[in-house]
């Protein structure tokens, strides 16, 4: 039996167990604070979005079983076509997308009624096609016109196309990818002042954004800074009930399905489930689950020190950071260490497509796991 699971899963044992572990918490955290959801809209059916979120996370699975057999070489190559994809459908999004709380993030697929996130997708063309190109550019790492240029027009490109929808998951990947490529060797004096540059940028857009009386995202950004500056604003609800849940956690929680703030938390199922992960189960649960992540990120970083190629290293701590510092930004949400941002927990919050991309980016790490162990078995012989 363990050898036919050794032969068909492959990659780092320890990151398909956070894997499958993560899937387990996510089945619990979302039956547990779907049940006013439920009566809602479903007639009293708790089972209702259990079974569907179940059966995202089996087809989620799915996907990294395949992804993870595919040789990663193959992923710098799908990477070009990806990254030429993501512009175009960001651009229809912002245009025409469908739109929920005045946020133009989702494109509905004609004929199926299928809505997805383009940012999702963007997100992870970005990271496969910087890995590519800090790959291929490493001889050359320290010259503008020829590497510096090249590596940073994506960026920025992709980032101003998500930024006027989705503020946050913006500024996440700007960060992210800032972060790859001082790993990868960029010259720290030019990634110094596209920072400072983007900073000054930043700093006039929120006071703009402060000044005005706009409706529409921009009045939903300025409502989300001041309520959390003065915690008294009447948008600052969330903040306050997942405090309340936090507080009665304590430290061992109430137990699974014993949320009570699950009932006045808006969606407590996707963007506020780690309050309610700290309800159920205390500060211990909630402790495991950032433990779980941040192990993830180690675990990618022991990918990156055995990897004697660039390609396979990049990708996989790219990928790793984007989803940690994602699910990193959701958790100081729920404790109030940031303001409403909308970001889900990977993996663990309710949700479709989110949890397809998020499986692909971890099948992806998974392939390079496999790829590397291979090489470096290959060169032991």
């Not at 779907?34 to 209702?48: F, P």
């Not at 005045?102 to 990271?127: C, V």
């Not at 211990?284 to 941040?294: A, E």
């Not at 996989?316 to 260490?337: D, E, R």
Request: overall charge positive; glycine content about 8%; some cysteine.
């Amino acid at each position: 039996m363990f050898e036919t699971i050794r032969k068909y899963f492959r990659g780092d044992k320890i990151i398909w167990m956070v894997i499958l572990l993560l899937s387990l918490i996510s089945l619990l955290a979302v039956y547990s604070s779907t049940g006013t959801l439920a009566y809602r809209y479903q007639q009293g059916d708790t089972t209702y979005y259990i079974l569907k979120h179940g059966f995202y996370l089996f087809l989620g699975l799915t996907i990294v079983f395949i992804i993870h057999q595919i040789p990663y070489k193959y992923f710098s190559r799908i990477s070009q076509l990806f990254i030429y994809l993501a512009v175009p459908l960001l651009l229809v999004t912002l245009l025409m997308g469908t739109s929920v709380n005045e946020a133009s993030r989702w494109l509905t697929l004609p004929g199926i009624g299928l809505t997805f996130q383009t940012s999702d997708f963007a997100k992870l063309a970005l990271m496969m096609y910087l890995a590519r190109i800090l790959s291929q550019k490493q001889h050359q790492i320290k010259e503008y016109s020829s590497a510096f240029l090249p590596i940073i027009i994506p960026v920025v490109l992709i980032c101003l196309l998500i930024l006027p929808a989705d503020f946050s998951t913006a500024i996440l990947l700007f960060g992210t990818s800032m972060i790859l490529m001082f790993v990868g060797r960029v010259s720290v004096k030019y990634l110094v002042a596209l920072n400072g540059i983007a900073a000054v940028l930043l700093g006039v857009f929120i006071v703009v954004a402060l000044s005005t009386n706009r409706e529409g995202r921009i009045g939903t950004w300025k409502n989300r800074i001041e309520s959390y500056v003065s915690g008294e604003s009447e948008e600052n609800y969330q903040a306050e009930q997942s405090k309340i849940a936090i507080a009665t956690g304590g430290v061992i929680g109430k137990g699974p399905g014993k949320s009570t703030q699950r009932n006045f938390l808006p969606h407590p199922y996707s963007d506020f489930i780690y309050a309610i992960i700290l309800e159920e189960y205390g500060l211990l649960g909630g402790l495991f689950v950032m433990l779980l992540y941040l192990y993830l990120l180690f675990r990618a970083g022991m990918i990156v020190r055995k990897s004697n190629r660039t390609f396979p290293a990049f990708l996989a701590m790219g990928l790793t950071m984007l989803l940690v510092f994602q699910a990193m930004t959701n958790m100081a949400v729920a404790v109030n260490l940031l303001p409403v941002t909308g970001q889900t927990l990977p993996l663990v919050s309710m949700g479709g497509t989110s949890v397809m991309f998020t499986c692909i980016a971890l099948g992806m790490i998974l392939s390079t796991s496999w790829g590397i162990n291979e090489q470096e078995n290959t060169d032991n012989e």
